[in-house]
T-cell receptor
């Protein structure tokens, strides 16, 4: 089955610890994205990557880091510098054609709770 | 800056029709998406409009007016399973490609 997977679904961490959220896709999509969603709110873009070994900051990148060493993988690290890390984190991918608008497809999300 | 507005909550009755509005003010526009999101789950794609007019897909239709910065999602013959949040997202093009900016979402509750 082709799709986007995120693991784990629920994650608990102590304050001050870094944590890495996994995102894998086997859709052969070039572009991948990380969003954060807080209760009752829309999605806000953290980081995105259009090709391997390249990524750009989104609207709320502070306190987060990413890597894109492989086309199918785009892990997100939530660092201790992120002031309010408790949120629902969604990964998405799209074919990534620059010249047209592509639909983004989302993974099932990871709910991170920092205690 | 980018500004996308949609109502926070709506309630409708099973079998009825409901219209969810979205207005936007953005610098640069490359199309508008509607996504459905059930609580605690991933958003799923519903529709995409780039030209003015109505796009129909079964029970769901989406309308766009670029001159008015306005879109709506129309849901017909409502079912209980349609209870979800509906996200309006505007596509903006920059030299890095296709970026989506999301509204806050409209939570729809369908009652028997």
């Amino acid at each position: 089955d082709g799709g986007i997977t995120q693991s784990p679904k629920y994650l608990f961490r102590k304050e001050g610890q870094n944590v890495t959220l996994s995102c894998e896709q086997n859709l052969n999509h070039d572009a991948m994205y990380w969003y954060r969603q807080d209760p009752g709110q829309g999605l806000r873009l953290i980081y995105y990557s259009q090709i391997v070994n390249d990524f750009q900051k989104g609207d709320i990148a502070e306190g987060y880091s990413v890597s894109r060493e492989k086309k199918e993988s785009f892990p997100l690290t939530v660092t201790s510098a992120q002031k309010n890390p408790t949120a629902f984190y969604l990964c998405a991918s799209s074919p990534g054609t620059v010249l047209r608008t592509d639909t983004q497809y989302f993974g099932p999300g990871t709910r991170l709770t920092v205690l | 800056g980018q500004n996308i507005d949609q109502p926070t909550e709506m309630t409708a009755t099973e079998g009825a029709i409901v219209q969810i509005n979205c207005t936007y003010q953005t610098s640069g526009f490359n199309g508008l998406f509607w996504y459905q999101q059930h609580a605690g789950e991933a958003p799923t794609f519903l529709s995409y409009n780039v030209l003015d007019g109505l796009e129909e897909k079964g029970r769901f239709s989406s309308f766009l007016s670029r001159s008015k910065g306005y879109s709506y999602l129309l849901l017909k013959e409502l079912q209980m399973k349609d209870s979800a949040s509906y996200l309006c997202a505007v596509s903006l093009y920059n030299n890095a490609g296709n970026m989506l900016t999301f509204g806050g979402g409209t939570r729809l509750m369908v009652k028997p």
